[in-house]
Each structure stands twice: as structure tokens, then as C-alpha cells.
């Protein structure tokens, strides 16, 4: 099955910097790339999510882009806040399947 | 539109016990997908449901199970709980298409004393 890594585990940036998380997988018949933010004691949100006919997807100041060559997606968040701290999951489903397989998060935290 | 709802949001029960959780996904939406999320595992999928049926399954155990209803609402049991059932359980709803966006319902936090 399908094996996504995410990296890295924690994250501290200061506030007005840029945060990146890499995610990597296996399986290469996977098609969609959501990403999530939980924040403590929440639901997970979808934040952007990016299909494997594109390369790159934005949405102001959250982007994410998608290699498939070699099997690794990234989210790029830029000028962060002190709210954007929360933990970030990558995700990963493959072709007639319809289950999530997920890193294993990043704890990012803003520094005001 | 309501988001995907959750019932009962925190249970606390002994082992050897079976639970009920209950999942009731987007209006128009077919498929509940489960997982389960731990500190140490992380995000693992269950099982998912679409128009009544499993049509996919994670690696639980068998006492992990769950169904579907004729209106699309969702439930898992688990029986014969164990202290590592102890958990969030987390409910997604989509339409059922696997690149359809899966929204997460707030989850029910199950403690097993």
C-alpha cells in the first residue's frame, strides 16, 4: 500500500517568515494530495489540496507543489502568523481508492 | 450546508466493553470514510462506506466494524475494547469520488480505562 513520509516533525519559524514542509510516496498510481491543519482539540481543515495533472497550486499565502517524477509534494506557507501554528498532515489516495494514507504530521509554530 | 457531525463527542468506557460511534456525513454526500488517530500511529484509516457498502478496509482487527445506512449516516463498533483502542475517532464524508475533498467531522475521543 501507500506510504507517505512528511518531513520534518516540528517546525518553529518567526512570524513574517516562510515555513516548508516536504512530504514524499510511494505509490505511484496516487492521483490527489490534500494537506491538512489540525489545531489542538479540532477537527483536520482542508487548507489546498493538488491533483496530479498540475505541478503547482496557490492560494494566497499557502501554496503547494507536486513532483511526480520523484514522488514528493511540499507545502509552502509564506509571511506566516502566530495562527497558522497548528500541526500540518500530508495526504496521499491513489486511483479507486478512497482512504487517506498520511504523514505523520508537522507541528509548526509562528514565533510572534 | 451542515458539516459532518459526530456523536457522542467523548466516551469513556472499561475494557472488555463495546462502543457505538456515530458518523453523519454532508447532505448529498455517499461515502464515510473512519480513522483513527493516535500520537503514536497518527492518522490511520478504518473503513469506508459508500451507498451501504464497505468498499474499503483498513489493517484493524476484526473487532473494528462498522455500516451504513440508507441515508448516507455511518456507524463503527468496536467491541471487546482494549487501553490501545483509546483514541480519536474521526469521521470523514465525501461524495465518494477519490479525489472528491474528504471533510472531517469533529471526532469522539474514546477512552478505554
Known amino acids: 500500500g501507500e506510504n507517505v513520509e512528511q518531513h520534518p516533525s516540528t517546525l518553529s519559524v518567526q512570524e513574517g517568515d516562510s515555513a516548508v514542509i516536504k512530504c514524499t510516496y510511494s505509490?505511484?498510481?496516487?492521483?490527489?494530495f490534500p494537506w491538512y491543519k489540525q489545531e489542538l482539540g479540532k477537527r483536520p481543515q482542508l487548507i489546498i489540496d493538488?491533483?496530479?495533472?498540475?505541478g503547482e497550486k496557490k492560494d494566497q499565502r499557502i501554496a503547494v507543489t507536486l513532483n511526480k517524477t520523484a514522488k514528493h509534494f511540499s507545502l509552502h506557507i509564506t509571511e506566516t502568523q502566530p495562527e497558522d501554528s497548528a500541526v500540518y498532515f500530508c495526504?496521499?489516495?491513489?486511483?479507486?481508492?478512497?482512504?487517506?494514507?498520511f504523514g505523520t504530521g508537522t507541528r509548526l509554530t509562528v514565533i510572534p | 450546508k451542515a458539516g459532518v457531525t459526530q456523536t457522542p463527542r467523548y466516551l469513556i468506557k472499561t475494557r472488555g466493553q463495546q462502543v457505538t460511534l456515530s458518523c453523519s456525513p454532508i447532505?448529498?454526500?455517499?461515502?464515510v470514510s473512519w480513522y483513527q488517530q493516535t500520537p503514536g500511529q497518527g492518522l490511520q484509516f478504518l473503513f469506508e462506506?459508500?451507498?451501504?457498502?464497505?468498499?474499503n478496509k483498513g489493517n484493524f482487527p476484526g473487532r473494528f466494524s462498522g455500516r451504513q445506512f440508507s441515508n448516507s449516516r455511518s456507524e463503527m463498533n468496536v467491541s471487546t475494547l482494549e487501553l490501545g483502542d483509546s483514541a480519536l475517532y474521526l469521521c470523514?464524508?465525501?461524495?465518494?469520488?477519490?479525489?472528491?475533498?474528504?471533510?472531517f467531522g469533529p471526532g469522539t475521543r474514546l477512552t478505554v480505562l
Open positions: 470523514a464524508s465525501t461524495t465518494g469520488t477519490s479525489t472528491d475533498t474528504q471533510y
Open positions: 505509490d505511484s498510481a496516487s492521483n490527489y
Open positions: 462506506y459508500f451507498s451501504e457498502t464497505q468498499r
Open positions: 447532505s448529498g454526500h455517499r461515502s
Open positions: 493538488i491533483r496530479s495533472n498540475v
Open positions: 495526504a496521499a489516495i491513489s486511483t479507486g481508492a478512497n482512504n487517506l494514507f
